[in-house]
């Protein structure tokens, strides 16, 4: 490719009164040089990884992989970019094909940060096996407890925070969270809570010190539990809390009074919508609740696979499902829905949240994960806040109960937590 090529193709589209600016290899500067945020496309590799695997895939393996990097806030760059291609028309991006030419149509090494594709994940079994599900969670939390520390602050909590003013901190949106879902599930002291997939125990945590329950959180990552239940123990709670290394289909309890189920339907998986909440339903006491938490579609004619960038180096076997499958799984199989709550702009300020607390411990993070794993978290999360903000994915809190034989259900004639 010819010098200053790649200029030209950036300079047609970037305004320069852009609020991103780019230079390239080729020692071409484009875009407003005050602008405050900046890509930097450092070598042929980043074109070829963007060429060689179109769209979020390969723009994610040339950040990864340091080829193509951002200095200033990459939510910004990401707003910006995302609009401008977009904007894109077909002949712009033949046009730019053209000026690019065959060259970087070439193979390139995947990361090592990159799990396998979902032809060769399922070598390790059937979707949402126990062996396969295991792997995959094992993956995305078995990281590095202090590099969750780092990124989610005290409260440990990696689930949607819930703001009760525009001027609260992320640690009273995280206990106010917590503390929403104890009152929708109406727990008082002496009762039994399962939180399934209960991560780093916040909620296990927070209801027995708070509510006085006996609770029980079982998680399938080992890293989880072990700092859990640490924990507990730290904070005067090993009578009433526990957290286990397990998969909730293998809790033999039963007659519990309550269940939280706070960020884990997204590892279930569509078809698997009715076994879990049967299983659910089995662990409950009559006129017992169940407060499922979870990001969902905007609505239930879009697929529900996540995108290669979320698949390969996030969620491997995510799926996200529009609230109405939730609650159509959950009236259908043990349940009687009585509230749904939609918190999609919380859950935005909640990733704003941890990628402040990422850019605020940058070198103590990439120390404990490695800069490749902390480009992956920088920029999912940053993608994570644009898609809630763009109604792309929605926060959806449904509550539901188990009816007792004559109908009793046990709630209040109208919401009595407080919101």
């Not at 723009?59 to 951002?70: E, I, K, P, S």
């Not at 690019?100 to 995947?110: E, K, T, W």
């Not at 994940?121 to 407890?145: E, F, M, P, T």
């Not at 125990?201 to 708070?210: I, L, P, T, Y």
Request: glycine share 8%; with cysteine; charged share 25%.
């Amino acid at each position: 490719m010819a010098q200053g090529e790649l200029g030209r193709v950036f300079g047609r589209f970037l305004n320069t009164d852009a609020p991103v600016s780019v230079t390239t290899y080729e020692d071409s500067s484009i875009g407003n040089p005050e602008a405050s945020a900046h890509i930097e496309i450092r070598s042929p590799a980043a074109l070829s990884y963007v060429l060689s695997a179109p769209g979020e895939l390969g723009l994610a393996r040339a950040y990864v992989t340091g080829h193509l990097d951002v200095s200033g806030e990459l939510y910004d760059v990401l707003k910006y970019m995302s609009s401008l291609i977009d904007g894109l028309t077909v002949a712009d991006r033949l046009w730019i094909l053209r000026q690019l030419g065959a060259r970087h149509f070439r193979p390139m090494p995947v990361p090592s940060e990159e799990a396998p594709n979902r032809i060769r994940r399922a070598l390790q079994g059937l979707r949402h096996s126990k062996s396969r599900d295991s792997a995959a969670i094992s993956q995305h939390y078995d990281v590095s407890n202090r590099f969750y520390e780092l990124v989610l602050g005290p409260s440990m909590a990696y689930t949607c925070a819930c703001f009760p003013s525009t001027e609260a901190t992320l640690e009273q949106a995280q206990f106010h969270k917590f503390d929403l879902v104890c009152r929708k599930l109406g727990l008082k002291p002496g009762m039994r809570l399962l939180d399934v997939g209960c991560g780093w125990g916040g909620m296990v945590a927070h209801a027995a010190e708070h509510y006085g329950v006996q609770a029980l959180g079982v998680t399938l990552s080992r890293e989880q539990a072990q700092w859990a239940q640490k924990n507990i123990v730290s904070r005067g709670l090993a009578d009433r809390a526990e957290v286990r290394h397990l998969d909730y289909r293998d809790v033999k309890e039963g007659q519990f009074d309550a269940i939280s189920s706070i960020g884990l339907t997204e590892h279930i998986g569509a078809r698997n919508l009715p076994s879990y909440f049967r299983f659910l339903a089995s662990k409950l006491k009559d006129k017992g609740r169940l407060l499922n938490h979870c990001i969902t579609r905007p609505s239930n004619r879009e697929p529900n696979h996540t995108g290669p960038f979320i698949d390969r180096y996030v969620f491997p076997d995510g799926e996200l499902e529009g609230v109405g499958a939730i609650i159509s799984a959950m009236h259908d199989h043990g349940f009687e829905v009585r509230h749904s709550e939609n918190l999609r702009e919380h859950y935005a300020r909640t990733l704003a949240g941890w990628c402040a607390n990422l850019d605020a411990n940058w070198t103590e993070a990439v120390g404990e994960a490695g800069v490749r794993r902390a480009r992956v978290w920088a920029l999912y999360m940053a993608a994570s806040r644009l898609a809630f903000e763009r109604h792309k994915i929605e926060l959806q809190q449904v509550l539901g109960v188990k009816v007792g034989a004559n109908g009793d259900s046990a709630m209040p004639l109208r919401p009595d937590w407080g919101v």
